[in-house]
């Protein structure tokens, strides 16, 4: 352990909660005597977009021995400080602006500080394997008088969720612990013996802690059992669950022991109402979803996650298998775990199949490059992203349905997809940071997926992944629950008249936020960010824009010509639109009638 504790030493606090900025000292113990090299991540694993955090550091200096030194810029993320002594110790210092309200980088006010790695700790080049100790102290800022952290890092001389010293193995495992400071709710359970600590900032008046804990449990007991049925052993020792609660948000990002997340306020419990709100219930596949991740994508990971490469992206196209599959599976343990019933899944599924086939992008990428451009386009959607790409999320998930299915019927039940994910834990997943440490750990290839489920379940999928992967195809629902009990229906039979539009629910105007590609609104001429003004001589409002045109539309008929007058660039426009039939997808999934057919006996474990 000494030798360990003279490598890399971070101090990080906060002189003035109100101006938002961490200040961290950095001190290392034996710096390359040739100028040593630091740098900030440019992207946070789980996030597939370059977010330069370096940007937010503010000023940043350097001494030796108690002398300043010169700190020389290198690049956009990258500082140099001068040569010193080989016996010197070098601190750098430096303060990070912190007023990013997301799970992804840094965020500190009066009411409560949050920090990823990423967003805040220097990598010292040539040094990363080392350990890296971290001192969290504690603001002198009255309001934080009584704050507590919340953090999956191992302690060293703190506390358990008290202020102090904690300890990562190296600079990779440090980046993967986030770091939550104030006076967040707490409550406290054991999934097969293994401590879960689940917090919540943010004022939520009357909140039933003792219930999101005892859902919460029910997923995780089922996910560690899914990958280790006869051990029930976790991957990890403790695990912590951090939620922001706010008036309006969601998100998630993972971590090797550790969530964040975000939400609205009004989608948690209350002790006072037990009924599973539709905004409860997308909370508990937001904690299904992230959990699941712990061994999909945290241990099996793509080849090129095993070393992360933070200063620039790193590309894979197996997207739509990390993110897709556990998009698909954080719904399925809902379902496993007794917290929905049949019925209420197959209308999650039915709600993803007619999410993704409303945007005709799905026709022209496929999950696969979805994946690998994830960087350029899925992080980084703009007005047209519903005519030009598809979600690995969404589209991933019905894959790993269609695969699903697939192997049930070529093997009569006797394999799922299940086994396969089975697979990929115990050849990738399992002892991947055991491994990390001899420099042995591997990731799933770009290309060996394929061959892996052959071996496994005995199922040629080269034409699957053809076709629904790499091609561009519908994953064929219908044909594929025909054998397992389930219908799958076109409701759309009346036709509504529409423009062929989103709009934006925000504002005072009646903003067109996307156009959909051949819809009426495009043929007319109209473009997203247009503002309506009026509809056949009749005022549009924002209350129009929250209704979607409902009441304006009601009056005509498909076919009917109706004229519409907008803004644009504050210049009005005035075109006559030909209302089109409304292509919304309509679709139905429930179960057959007749349950008792004897596909049924291999429907997957719904």
Known sequence: MTK?????????????????????????????????????????????????????????????????????????????????????????SYEVYAWDLSVRAAHLDQSHGFFNGTSVFLQVHGQEPLAHVVDIQKPEDASAKTWRIATSLPELKAKRFGFGTYIASDYDDLMDHPVEMGDFALVSFKAHGVPHDFVITGKVPNIDLTRIAKDVQKICETEIAFFEPRTKQAPMDRYVFMTMAVGEGYGGLEHRASTALICNRADLPTKNDTSVSEGYREFLALCSHEYFHTWNVKRIKPAVFAN?????????????????????YDD????????????????????????VQRGSGRKKQSVA???????????????????????????????????????????????????????????????????????????LGEDEFESLVEQV????????????????????????????????????????ASLNVRLSKSGADCKLAHVYEDGAAHRAGLSAGDVLVAFNGLRVTAADAGNGLVNLLAAYSVGETVQVH?????????????????????????????????????????
């Not at 080269?462 to 994953?475: L, P, S």
């Open 332 to 355: 399925l343990f809902l379902r496993r775990c007794g917290l929905i019933d049949e019925a209420a899944y197959l209308k999650l599924i039915e709600k993803t199949v007619n999410t």
């Open 457 to 496: 379940t005995g199922v040629k999928i080269k034409r699957f992944i053809d076709k629904y992967i790499k091609g561009t195809e519908d994953v064929p629902l219908a044909k594929l629950y025909v054998d397992f009990a389930v219908d799958v229906k076109d409701q759309s039979t009346a036709k509504k």
């Open 369 to 443: 490059d979805s994946s690998f451009d994830a960087w350029t386009k899925y992080y980084r959607q703009d007005e047209n992203s519903p005519n030009a790409i598809v979600s690995y999320y969404a589209k991933g998930s019905l894959v790993a349905l269609g695969l699903d299915l697939t192997i049930r019927h070529e093997t009569e039940g006797k394999k799922s997809l299940d086994d396969v994910m089975r697979a990929l834990w115990k050849k990738y997943g399992k002892d991947f940071y055991e491994k990390a440490k001899s420099g042995k750990q591997q990731g």
């Open 308 to 328: 992360y490469d933070l200063s620039q992206e790193n590309y894979t196209s197996l997207l739509w298998l990390f993110e897709g599959f556990t998009s698909y």
């Open 566 to 606: 907008a803004f644009r660039r504050d210049e009005l426009l005035t075109v006559n639109v030909k209302l089109q039939a409304d292509d919304v997808p309509s679709l139905t999934i429930a179960l057959a009638a007749n349950q008792k057919l004897a596909g049924a006996k291999k429907r997957p474990s719904i």
């Open 4 to 92: 360990q504790l003279a490598a890399v030493h971070y101090s990080i606090t906060s002189h003035d909660l109100a101006a938002h900025v961490f200040h961290v000292t950095l001190t290392i113990t034996n710096p390359d005597p040739n100028g040593q090299i630091v740098s900030l991540p440019v992207w946070i694993p789980g996030s597939y977009m370059v977010r330069e955090f370096a940007r937010n550091i503010i000023r940043i200096s350097a001494q030796a021995n108690g002398k300043k030194i010169a700190l020389k810029k290198l690049n956009k993320t990258s500082w140099q400080a001068a040569a010193c002594d080989v016996n010197a110790s070098l601190q750098i």
